[in-house]
């Protein structure tokens, strides 16, 4: 758990000097900034995608993984958990309907961001089989620039995009070896190439602004990648 919680934090520290720094920063200074990690994170996309073995499997996946997202509602669950907090912290209406929005996609965004890619699962697996946290400390880095970046445009929603990784960290942590055991190379393979379809849904969305996606109700297909290519691999 030792990396996980570095995660978070980064995550949260990222997020407060970026909200600190957002009020000193040009708005152009701003957008291009997330235009730049929407362009980085669609071609991280695509590298992950290039993992796969076998297209088909990240292909069936997302579709049976889409069918339960959509039938869980899993997106609007999240934008209602999200406002939620936001009534919490924006108690006066005027005060919601300026920035509510943002605090969603901020929230969102970088949630879905963070514990969709594949240092996500490695890391934590990593971290509770040996106590090595080497993996989890490059992604902590990585997510803390991230969310000084975003924060300064998105808002406080950045930071409380830390509370689902921990959930979602944490959890693997716990059972890391469960996991490790019912995973191979393959397994993992496939799941990343899902992971990097699911970055770039939200890079079309989130970042490029380019096409409205449903991207939370894709995570499913998480689960269903490393059933899907275990089911390859015995028939």
């Known amino acids: 758990m030792t990396g996980t919680l570095l995660n978070s934090a980064a995550i949260i520290v990222g997020a407060v000097i970026g909200i600190v720094l957002g009020t000193r920063l040009p708005e152009k200074?701003?957008?291009t900034v997330i235009l730049t990690l929407g362009l980085f994170t669609l071609l991280y996309a695509i590298q992950l995608f290039l993992k796969t073995e076998n297209a088909i499997v990240p292909l069936l996946s997302l579709l049976f993984g889409v069918i339960?997202?959509?039938?869980?509602?899993?997106?609007?669950?999240?934008?209602?958990?999200?406002?939620?907090?936001?009534?919490?912290?924006?108690?006066?209406?005027?005060?919601?309907g300026q920035n509510g929005g943002k605090f969603i996609r901020g929230f969102l965004s970088t949630a879905l961001i963070y514990c969709s890619g594949p240092m996500a699962i490695l890391g934590p697996i990593q971290n509770g089989l040996t106590g090595d946290i080497s993996t989890l400390s490059v992604k902590s880095i990585l997510d803390g620039f991230g969310s000084l970046a975003f924060a300064s445009s998105l808002g406080i929603g950045v930071a409380f995009s830390s509370i689902p990784v921990l959930l979602y960290q944490g959890t693997i942590s716990l059972f890391a070896v469960q996991v490790q055991a019912l995973l191979n190379t393959s397994m993992i393979n496939e799941l990343t190439a899902v992971g990097g379809l699911i970055l770039a849904s939200i890079a079309i969305d989130s970042f490029l602004e380019i096409k409205r996606i449903r991207t939370a109700n894709?995570?499913?297909?998480?689960?269903?990648?490393?059933?899907?290519?275990?089911?390859?691999?015995?028939?």
Do not use: C, H, Y
């Not at 936001?86 to 209406?93: A, H, K, M, Q, V």
């Open 218 to 235: 894709m995570l499913p297909a998480l689960i269903f990648a490393p059933i899907i290519a275990r089911l390859f691999q015995l028939f």
């Open 68 to 96: 339960v997202g959509e039938w869980w509602d899993i997106d609007d669950r999240l934008v209602g958990l999200s406002s939620q907090l936001e009534n919490r912290l924006l108690p006066t209406s005027s005060t919601r």
């Open 29 to 31: 200074l701003k957008q």
